[in-house]
T-cell receptor, first 111, second 114 residues
Framework: DAKTTQPNSMESNEEEPVHLPCNHSTISGTDYIHWYRQLPSQGPEYVIHGLTSNVNNRMASLAIAEDRKSSTLILHRATLRDAAVYYCILRSTSGTYKYIFGTGTRLKVLA | DTGVSQDPRHKITKRGQNVTFRCDPISEHNRLYWYRQTLGQGPEFLTYFQNEAQLEKSRLLSDRFSAERPKGSFSTLEIQRTEQGDSAMYLC????????????FGSGTQLSVL
């Protein structure tokens, strides 16, 4: 299973942008990059995903390096409700379809 | 669309007892996943179904664990002869197969084995 590496924790001030990095040097050509987040006492929720190009949605932006060995989740204006654990996952589209979660990055947002 | 629902929300049991959890996925979703999560860790993959077929099962899963998805709708996860190490949050997720597939998780069942 392809692995991802994320910092254990990060802090951000409220209403400032947050850049959450993820390294995935063993990514294969058919792997999608997914991000999920988990708020306290809840199941994870989908944030965004992409294959090669940068992606934007109402929650966040995903910037993918040209060699695809790293990516960055961008929250444009962090709010207190964004405090959560963020998981970067490589999801294969051939052979196996399981999602393998790591330990994620715990984001703390300071008021 | 009522989301993924799991029942019960909490379960306390004594060591050695059997427990069964239920997951009702989003109705049109053909894939269903089970995960286990302990404090401070990310969700750990247990197994997944495509329709009624169980396609993959974690090698970490002992033979005390069994999951079913009859008729490709709801799923059950049974743990036989529970041990204290089984105490965890059990999460279910469903998805619709495709290039834009994404998981929708339930709120989980918190199991405490005394």
């Amino acid at each position: 299973d392809a692995k991802t590496t994320q910092p254990n924790s990060m802090e951000s001030n409220e209403e400032e942008p947050v850049h959450l990095p993820c390294n995935h040097s063993t990514i294969s050509g058919t792997d999608y990059i997914h991000w999920y987040r988990q708020l306290p006492s809840q199941g994870p929720e989908y944030v965004i995903h992409g294959l090669t190009s940068n992606v934007n949605n109402r929650m966040a932006s995903l910037a993918i390096a040209e060699d695809r060995k790293s990516s960055t989740l961008i929250l444009h204006r962090a709010t207190l409700r964004d405090a959560a654990v963020y998981y970067c996952i490589l999801r294969s589209t051939s052979g196996t379809y399981k999602y393998i979660f790591g330990t994620g990055t715990r984001l703390k947002v300071l008021a | 669309d009522t989301g993924v629902s799991q029942d019960p929300r909490h379960k306390i049991t004594k060591r050695g007892q059997n427990v069964t959890f239920r997951c009702d996925p989003i109705s049109e979703h053909n894939r269903l996943y089970w995960y286990r999560q302990t404090l401070g860790q990310g969700p750990e993959f247990l197994t997944y179904f495509q329709n009624e077929a169980q396609l993959e099962k974690s090698r970490l899963l002992s033979d005390r664990f069994s999951a079913e998805r009859p008729k490709g709708s709801f799923s059950t996860l049974e743990i036989q002869r529970t041990e204290q190490g089984d105490s965890a949050m059990y999460l279910c997720a469903s998805s619709l197969e495709g290039p834009n597939e994404k998981l929708f998780f339930g709120s989980g069942t918190q199991l405490s084995v005394l």
